[in-house]
């Protein structure tokens, strides 16, 4: 997810990260950066 972000952020145009107060490709980062972590640690349909 993070990595999309990264690429989409690329073709966007390099705007700027602000984080005080946060711009909206700060926030869609953090964002992505948050769906990354709370994904599962465990592939589904694999057993360990």
């Not at 990264?6 to 107060?21: K, M």
């Not at 709370?38 to 057993?47: F, H, I």
């Amino acid at each position: 997810m993070t990595l999309l972000w990264l690429l989409i952020w690329f073709i966007a145009g390099h705007e700027a990260l602000i984080l005080d107060p946060v711009n909206a490709w700060a926030a869609t980062l953090i964002l992505a950066a948050g769906l990354d972590l709370a994904r599962p640690n465990v592939v589904p349909g694999r057993k360990r």
